[in-house]
């Protein structure tokens, strides 16, 4: 190990087979090198059709390359706000519209496509942390004294669930006697999925009149 640190790091490019994904490594040597970026990319060894040297990027070791300089050197990324594929080449928005290249935004380890996309993602980000909170609090006053263990809300705001997309929001709690604890599904009125064990306890306490039992939520 410590000879494998004395020897210099050389940037390797790595992309498997499958759906073209790649990464660049810096490995002393090409095994190393596949094997990193095999689970960099989350693929088995095997599945690893390239492994080759990048000496144009030697100069970031030990990463990472900043990704401006991987697109600029022909690697694209999707866009974190609407996916689409950001590349040094010419590109289309959803209506059509010509990008011109370098119109895309890295901040930290992501790329978006136009700034405006960025500004959409942190909005619909914020509103998503709203509704969380709205959730948290709606979760506490329909039962108090319980303790929040996690929310999850799909999308902007708070709906109840559908056939299509199912649960959309979601908060897990406990409450005083509880062994595992209840779960609320917003849109499902006065109720909430308590484990068998700890129905007496929910009902002691919140005196609700119905409580559907799912042992799936103890897990
Ligand atoms: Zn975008």
């Known amino acids: 190990?410590?000879?494998?640190?004395?020897?210099?790091?050389?940037?390797?490019?790595?992309?498997?087979?499958?759906?073209?994904?790649?990464?660049?490594?810096?490995?002393?040597?090409?095994?190393?090198?596949r094997r990193e970026g095999a689970s960099e990319i989350g693929v088995e060894w095997e599945s690893i059709e390239s492994c080759r040297r990048a000496p144009h990027f030697d100069k970031?070791?030990?990463?990472?390359?900043?990704?401006e300089e991987?697109?600029?050197a022909g690697w694209w990324f999707e866009c974190l706000?609407?996916?689409?594929?950001?590349?040094?080449d010419y590109e289309y928005d959803d209506e059509g519209n010509e990008i011109a290249s370098g119109?895309?935004?890295v901040r930290k380890s992501h790329v978006f496509c136009n700034q405006e996309c960025l500004a959409r993602h942190d909005a619909r980000k914020r509103m998503n942390v709203a509704a969380q909170n709205a959730l948290i609090e709606l979760v506490e006053a329909k039962f108090p004294g319980c303790t929040l263990q996690s929310v999850y809300v799909y999308g902007e705001k708070l709906m109840p669930s559908d056939k299509r997309?199912?649960?959309?929001?979601?908060?897990?709690?406990?409450f005083p006697g509880a062994k595992y604890g209840a779960t609320y599904i917003f849109g499902?009125?006065?109720?909430?999925?308590?484990?068998?064990?700890?129905?007496?306890?929910?009902?002691?306490?919140y005196r609700?009149?119905?409580?559907?039992?799912?042992?799936?939520?103890?897990?």
């Open 81 to 88: 706000g609407c996916g689409q594929r950001v590349s040094d």
């Open 60 to 67: 970031y070791a030990p990463g990472p390359v900043p990704m």
């Open 208 to 219: 609700k009149s119905e409580v559907p039992t799912d042992q799936e939520q103890t897990a």
């Open 165 to 174: 997309s199912g649960t959309r929001c979601r908060a897990n709690f406990t």
């Open 70 to 72: 991987m697109i600029k």
């Open 1 to 33: 190990m410590t000879e494998a640190i004395s020897k210099p790091l050389k940037a390797y490019q790595v992309t498997e087979d499958y759906e073209g994904h790649g990464c660049v490594v810096f490995a002393t040597n090409s095994a190393t090198a």
């Open 103 to 105: 119109a895309y935004v």
């Open 188 to 205: 499902e009125g006065d109720v909430a999925h308590v484990s068998q064990i700890d129905v007496p306890a929910f009902v002691a306490l």
